[in-house]
């Protein structure tokens, strides 16, 4: 390589050197501090485009313009009622005043550190002179825009202005949280016993006038069918007295035949005398009653309807036993 070549390239070089140590660009979402042996030179630069410094011995610092968060850690409030609660926050903040910022705390980092001192105190003073149910429920908007503005004064000389301040969750700590649930939970069963008491009281108050009425029920029925059964057991009488009284010999014979099936049974030995009236049907189905007066012979007006009512066919019931009849209608 000759000398010229040399020279050339050194000199490229230098212009190289030169021209990216002179010439820096500001994005439209960061704004700059150009700095001399560390000190700040000027105004800040707050638009975006292509700006020149002296080489080698200006430095740009370059600073966020946009909205930036600091989400805080969750942590225990007092309140004036001296209930505890645990709130978690979230500051969007925004640097202002560059050349202040740097001033104060030079970078991000510090500058969130300070101003996450100074939010939390700022919580703890606000929060800490309202009652918890105005912290959780009653007016927290209003609570928000006093911690916003308390911040926002003490954060001006960071060169930082406060958008907002927001609770994100204001909750009682983890102890006493169970201690509510549990009692929650102790008052809802209180509830479902006095309701189940209830039901039981009601319960037993249904079964027992269904039971009286079923008792009610069973009397009168078993009275009713007392009656009905003594009814039919007369009725039952009276024609048996009635076919007597037309048949003595029959009626005998009759209920002899009941007896036989009722005490001939299978496997059944009787002993006897052959001359006894038990016997007197088997061996003479002819035979005749044992009571032969002649009362019971003679054809009395009775005996002579009760005959005209069996050749006509008719039910001997409605006329022999009429309070049947009532009883079934």
């Not at 021209?19 to 700095?35: D, G, R």
């Not at 006493?176 to 006095?194: H, K, L």
């Not at 007295?241 to 010999?249: F, N």
Request: proline residues 3%; charged residues 25%; aromatic residues 6%.
């Amino acid at each position: 390589m000759s000398g010229k070549q040399i020279i050339f390239a050194f000199l490229a070089g230098t212009i190289f050197l030169l021209t990216i140590n002179t010439f820096f660009s500001v994005h439209e979402t960061k704004q700059a501090i150009v700095l001399q042996f560390g000190r700040p030179v000027g105004s800040p630069i707050t638009d975006a485009g292509l700006k020149i410094k002296i080489p080698f011995i200006q430095q740009v610092q370059y600073l966020d313009k946009r909205v930036l968060d600091l989400d805080s850690p969750a942590e225990e409030v007092i309140a004036s009622d001296q209930k505890r609660l645990v709130v978690d926050s979230i500051t969007r903040w925004q640097i202002t005043d560059p050349l202040q910022f740097y001033i104060s705390v030079r970078d991000e980092r510090l500058a969130r550190s300070r101003l996450q001192a100074i939010v939390s105190s700022s919580l703890r003073s606000v929060l800490g002179g309202e009652e918890f149910v105005t912290v959780v429920r009653d007016n927290r908007d209003a609570l928000m825009k006093r911690i916003t503005a308390r911040v926002n004064e003490q954060s001006v000389s960071l060169g930082i202005s406060i958008v907002d301040v927001r609770i994100k969750r204001a909750d009682l700590p983890d102890a006493n949280s169970q201690a509510i649930y549990r009692r929650m939970q102790t008052e809802r069963q209180q509830e479902a016993a006095e309701f189940r008491a209830k039901g039981q009281e009601i319960s037993r108050g249904i079964r027992a006038e269904a039971e009286k009425k079923v008792t009610v029920l069973l009397a009168e029925a078993t009275r009713d069918s007392e009656v009905i059964r003594g009814t039919g057991d007369a009725c039952r009488n009276r024609i048996f007295a009635s076919a007597y009284g037309l048949d003595p010999d029959f009626f005998a014979f009759y209920r002899s035949m009941q007896s036989y099936e009722k005490a001939l049974g299978e496997g059944t030995t009787i002993v006897l005398s052959p001359d006894s009236d038990f016997l007197k049907f088997l061996s003479n189905p002819n035979a005749k009653s044992t009571d032969n007066s002649s009362k019971d012979k003679e054809l009395t007006p009775e005996k002579s309807k009760l005959i005209n009512l069996i050749k006509t066919n008719e039910r001997l019931r409605n006329i022999i036993c009429p309070e049947l009849t009532q009883v079934k209608q």
